[in-house]
């Protein structure tokens, strides 16, 4: 199998506090990790590619210094939202990249997602 | 720009009424297309991956095809619980990393 956790399922939070998920492969290693968003009844948003020991590679448009990721191992990364406010509230998923051969095609298992309300 | 389109948006089917899923793609040579199923709240559960034209795979109910421009995802005899949003994915020759997703096809099936 091929599981990915996340830890808080749903988490509330005040305005300008500062919010981390964390994303764990459980049963495999995973030199790269994925964080997505996704908005009600749209599809996910590529946020950012966490690789293991070196700095996450953020897609345009989304802020690096709002959006802190840290990839400390081979089996966790965490997002760290900073000085939240209520637009950041969303649905935020991280996947996990398996590898399945030499040719670097590979299968992305998600994680759970987290909820993330801002008030 | 790589770009995948799904269709329908949204199919209601009743229990038993097989049908099938498109996803219609547009990549600068495919490494592999996946299919994953998503239910409200949670994050997508992975499916299938094809990975060339004329690859399919059958898992339950569920069968997935593989041709140059589209997949299909047929769906036989479904049942309610097969209600979800069906995500198709691709990843891009060239492209180690990342998935383009679709906007996911919502399927109900009724008792």
């Known amino acids: 199998g091929a599981v990915v956790s996340q830890h808080p399922s749903w988490v509330i939070c005040k305005s300008g506090t500062s919010v981390k998920i964390e994303c764990r492969s459980l049963?495999?290693?995973?030199?790269?990790m994925f964080w997505y968003r996704q908005f009600p009844k749209q599809s996910l948003m590529l946020m950012a590619t966490?690789?293991?020991?070196?700095?996450?590679?953020?897609e345009q448009g989304v802020e690096k210094d709002k959006f802190l990721i840290n990839h400390a191992s081979l089996t966790l990364s965490t997002l760290t939202v900073t000085s939240a406010h209520p637009e950041d509230s969303s649905f935020y998923i991280c996947?996990?990249?398996?590898?399945?051969?030499?040719?670097?095609?590979?299968?992305?298992?998600f994680g759970p997602g987290t909820r993330l309300t801002v008030t | 720009e790589d770009q995948v389109t799904q269709s329908p948006e949204a199919l209601r089917l009743q229990e038993g009424e097989s049908s099938s899923l498109n996803c219609s793609y547009t990549?600068?040579?495919?490494?592999?297309l996946f299919w994953y199923r998503q239910d409200p709240g949670k994050g997508p559960e992975f499916l299938f991956t094809?990975?060339?034209a004329g690859e399919e795979k059958e898992k339950e109910r569920l069968k997935a095809t593989l041709t140059k421009k589209e997949s299909f995802l047929h769906i036989t005899a479904p049942k309610p619980e097969d209600s979800a949003t069906y995500l198709c994915?691709?990843?891009?020759?060239?492209?180690?990393?990342?998935?383009?997703f679709g906007s996911g096809t919502q399927l109900t099936v009724l008792p």
């Open positions: 996947s996990a990249r398996k590898i399945r051969d030499s040719t670097y095609t590979y299968e992305q298992y």
């Open positions: 049963d495999f290693q995973a030199t790269t």
């Open positions: 966490s690789n293991e020991g070196s700095k996450a590679t953020y």
């Open positions: 990549v600068s040579g495919l490494r592999g």
């Open positions: 094809l990975y060339s």
């Open positions: 994915a691709v990843q891009a020759s060239g492209s180690a990393r990342q998935l383009t």
